[in-house]
């Protein structure tokens, strides 16, 4: 499946609205701290592994397009 995320630089969530989805994270933009964040807090929320959450555009902006894969999901 794939998803349309923003990014938002505060706090620890994931919210649903029309466009997609709006992911909060802390960390900094360095390094690929924050996609490794996305990354997690994405896995979390649909209780995946990381190895199934690929971010497939936008690695460098904040929004991004990020596909998982849906043989995980129950």
């Not at 923003?6 to 996609?35: C, H, M, S």
């Not at 971010?55 to 894969?69: C, F, H, L, Y």
Request: proline content about 4%; glycine content about 6%; aromatic content about 6%.
């Amino acid at each position: 499946m794939k998803y349309n995320v923003k990014v938002v630089l505060r706090g620890d969530f994931v919210k649903e609205t029309p466009e997609g989805l709006e992911v909060g994270i802390r960390a900094t933009p360095e390094k690929g701290k924050a996609n490794m964040e996305l990354i997690r807090v994405l896995a979390k929320h649909f209780n995946v592994p990381q190895s199934a959450v690929c971010i497939v555009a936008g690695t460098t902006s904040r929004n991004k397009i990020v596909e998982i894969d849906d043989t995980f999901i129950k």
